[in-house]
Nanobody
Framework: QVRLVESGGGLVPAGGSLRLSCAASGGIFKIDSMEWVRQPPGNEREMVASISLEDGLPNYSDSVKGRVTISGDSARYTVHLQMNSLKPEDTAVYYC?????????WGQGTQVTVSS
């Protein structure tokens, strides 16, 4: 059973920074990419950033490009999301997602709140 645990969320003023982390365990051989998905209050989920654990190539949504950096450690199956210049519209629950050939695995989510 794959388990993903996020950490690092919290309350931050606009313009501030946060670093989210996610650690995968249990059946991690099933994961070949990891990503962060967020769900703002009252809105649908959207992909923020993803990274391949095979080649380390990142991918970003247009809404965060230039402000966010995703990094991963394929040996430890961990992924981090460094978020800078945060805006109130970045307020959301952020989920870590592991994806592989047998399916997708979600963490419990961590709340990020950006005050104006």
């Amino acid at each position: 059973q794959v388990r993903l645990v996020e950490s690092g969320g919290g309350l931050v003023p606009a313009g501030g920074s946060l670093r989210l982390s996610c650690a995968a365990s249990g059946g991690i051989f099933k994961i070949d990419s990891m990503e962060w998905v967020r769900q703002p209050p009252g809105n649908e989920r959207e992909m923020v950033a993803s990274i391949s654990l095979e080649d380390g190539l990142p991918n970003y949504s247009d809404s965060v490009k230039g402000r966010v950096t995703i990094s991963g450690d394929s040996a430890r199956y961990t992924v981090h999301l460094q978020m800078n210049s945060l805006k109130p519209e970045d307020t959301a629950v952020y989920y870590c997602v592991g994806r592989g050939p047998w399916g997708s695995y979600w963490g419990q989510g961590t709340q990020v709140t950006v005050s104006s």
